[in-house]
T-cell receptor, first 113, second 113 residues
Framework: DAMVIQNPRYQVTQFGKPVTLSCSQT?????MYWYQQKSSQAPKLLFH???????NEADTPDNFQSRRPNTSFCFLDIRSPGLGDAAMYLC????????????FGEGSRLTVL | LAKTTQPVSMDSYEGQEVNITCSHN???????ITWYQQFPSQGPRFIIQ???TKVTNEVASLFIPADRKSSTLSLPRVSLSDTAVYYC??????????????FGQGTTLQVKP
């Protein structure tokens, strides 16, 4: 059974049209991560939550925002997607902060036209 | 944060043992070493984690020398389905730390018939 579920799996948007990607988890984990992965590159950490404590990476563009209304759900909002934002967006959870034991969803692939 | 360095790519044949080494010269005392496998269009999947010496599970072994400045993932008797990208991560299990988990470039393993 899937424990980290991302929706939608595929999202097509137009340049500048806001997009929201969602992530839900049934693991009751404290920590949730959002990574961006472009073709043939490693996942790049955008931000993470430890409970409601939000941690933004210094090089994450302001165009990217996140919300975590409760333990189970986390959202990634891209306010004005550009062509360079086309990527796979990966959500991951962890029961302990920084342990390296991450549980990933299948990802949401974003296409920007 | 400890930075990791891995070979970009490796080739192997079915039935062979594959060893992938990761360098992490700046590893901290509290850091654990975790390896992930990623297939195209999927999220990374946890393989194995260790702190020192040797760890073995049903799919792989992890060898960590005494100085912990490197680690080697060993895959016994690989098959075509082991063709994937393999990442090593270094992270801190002590709660209260930043919780950042940064992926290195990964190693693309190609298994040939």
């Amino acid at each position: 059974d899937a424990m980290v579920i991302q929706n939608p799996r595929y999202q097509v948007t137009q340049f500048g049209k806001p997009v929201t990607l969602s992530c839900s988890q049934t693991l009751n984990h404290n920590v949730m991560y959002w990574y961006q992965q472009k073709s043939s590159q490693a996942p790049k950490l955008l931000f993470h939550y430890y409970d409601k404590d939000f941690n933004n990476e210094a090089d994450t563009p302001d165009n990217f925002q996140s919300r975590r209304p409760n333990t189970s759900f986390c959202f990634l909002d891209i306010r004005s997607p550009g062509l360079g934002d086309a990527a796979m967006y990966l959500c991951a959870t962890s029961g302990k902060r920084g342990t390296g034991e991450l549980f990933f969803g299948e990802g949401s692939r974003l296409t920007v036209l | 944060l400890a930075k990791t360095t891995q070979p970009v790519s490796m080739d192997s044949y079915e039935g062979q043992e594959v060893n992938i080494t990761c360098s992490h010269n700046n590893i901290a005392t509290n850091d654990y070493i975790t390896w992930y496998q990623q297939f195209p269009s999927q999220g990374p999947r946890f393989i194995i984690q260790g702190y020192k010496t040797k760890v073995t599970n049903e799919v792989a072994s992890l060898f960590i020398p005494a100085d912990r400045k490197s680690s080697t993932l060993s895959l016994p008797r690989v098959s075509l389905s082991d063709t994937a990208v393999y990442y090593c991560l270094v992270g801190d299990r002590i709660s209260g730390n930043t919780g950042k988990l940064i992926f290195g470039q990964g190693t693309t393993l190609q298994v040939k018939p």
